[in-house]
C-alpha cells in the first residue's frame, strides 16, 4: 500500500506518544479492551527497542593471578 493511504486510514506504526487526561496525568490501559489501548494516543501499543548487545571485555595483560614469582 501507499504511505499516504497508511497514514489516513491510520494503519502505520504506533507513534509511541502516550495519552493523557485533562489534569494532565497519563491515562492507564483498559484490560478489558483487549485489541484497543486506551494509554496511547492512537490506540496501539509501540514495539519494544533491542538493546545493543555489551561488548566483551578486552584480555588483560600482566602477572597471572596464579604467579608463582610474586615477592
Do not use: C
Not at 5 to 20: C, I, P, Q, T, Y
Not at 42 to 49: L, M, S, V, Y
Not at 59 to 70: M, T
Request: aromatic fraction near 8%.
Amino acid at each position: 500500500m501507499f504511505n499516504w493511504f497508511k497514514k489516513v486510514l491510520g494503519l502505520g506504526e504506533a507513534s509511541g506518544e502516550r495519552a493523557r487526561n485533562s489534569k494532565g496525568h497519563f491515562v492507564k490501559d483498559d484490560p478489558k479492551t483487549p485489541n484497543v489501548n486506551e494509554a496511547y494516543k492512537d490506540g496501539k501499543t509501540p514495539k519494544r527497542k533491542r538493546k545493543p548487545a555489551a561488548k566483551k571485555a578486552p584480555a588483560k595483560r600482566g602477572r597471572p593471578k596464579g604467579s608463582k614469582n610474586k615477592k
